[in-house]
């Protein structure tokens, strides 16, 4: 009976130990991390491309009439009007051919007066029988002769204020004008074809891009439905430039790169875009909307597919399959796996593993 005493306190001191020990033994430290609320929102869904911004209209100035320049009234990249003077050509060779124009017509004029007086006469003299038939068709025709050639007359003094009026060149469109080409004092001729200057309009202006073919089915069914909304963006992606709409559908695919062309018409009240810029372009085609929303960031991607750790009421994690419909701006869309309400780590995932308790660092809403 001693021995079996002495036993059961060797047993129970043994016990004591190592219940002890277990206590003693330190507990893993809570890994902190930061995580957020699934919540619910919209996402468009986007075709992306680069494209390349052209003026709306592009005009190359050049001179219809030879002369002189006498005068040039812009300032080089200034905005005119449609009908704004640029250029004076010396006028007065065109002012002289104008006025011997008008005194041929009045010398024409005169004489057709006469020959009208004459045939007047030769017409009552004909019914008094002192007038012969022949003399009269003669004077007759001579009047219908001057008339024509008052009207010769008139043409030629038509075209002469023609000229003289191109001896001032005005903007044929209202836009922005580039570098002057062509100095004061330089003489230009008609022939020669010189520009003197450009202009481009660039309100409203125009963006041309491509995307590959596959994508041009959804296109025209939602250009159908309704103008499609295109985004120009900087080249890296961090700004708005301009929003605009989709206005042109090329009628043919390029053979040679597998793409169709497109262009976006932009209002560009504010210039932002410029003629000759390149741009990233984003393309609305359609928007999925109440979809489980969480940072991009929260995703993560192994072996087995995406995943986020799940955060439990115990402050423990759990390794949770996802699948991502979208993911655009720092957001990302997810088609299964999570519910608005659930909580996930956004940020420290690096050192999780499955079951791995964790310090909680709320994070702000996804988009």
Sequence with gaps: MLGTALLLSIGVVLTWVATARAAAKPQPAAIPVTVGTVTTGTMPVLLRGIGTVQADNTVTVRSRVDGQIVGVDFHEGQEVAAGALLFQIDPRPYAAALAEAEAVRAKDAAQLDAAVADLARYTHLLHGGFQSRQSYDQQKALVAQLRATISGDEAGIAAAKLNLDFTRIRAPIAG??????????????????????????????????????????????????????????????????????????????????????????????????????????????????????????????????????????????????????????GRAAIASGLTAGQVVVVNGQYRLTDGARIMERKAGKPG
């Design 176 to 329: 922005r004008l580039g570098a002057q080409l062509v100095d004061i004092g330089n003489i230009v001729r008609a022939s020669d074809n010189t520009a003197l200057v450009t202009i481009a309009q660039v309100r409203p202006i125009f963006v041309s891009f491509a995307l590959p073919q596959q994508d041009l089915d959804a296109i025209r069914r939602h250009q159908a439905a309704a103008p499609l909304v295109v985004e120009a963006r900087s080249r890296d992606d961090a700004h708005l430039l301009a929003r605009g709409r989709l206005s042109f559908i090329d009628n043919t695919i390029n053979t040679a790169t597998g793409t169709i062309g497109l262009k976006a018409r932009f209002a560009n009240r504010r210039e932002r875009l410029w003629p000759g810029a390149f741009v990233n372009v984003r393309m609305t085609l359609t928007e999925r909307r109440d979809m489980p929303m969480v940072p991009e960031s929260a995703l993560q991607q192994g072996p087995r597919g995406w995943f986020v750790y799940l955060v439990g009421a115990d402050h423990r994690v759990t390794r949770h399959p996802v699948r991502p419909a979208l993911m655009e701006d």
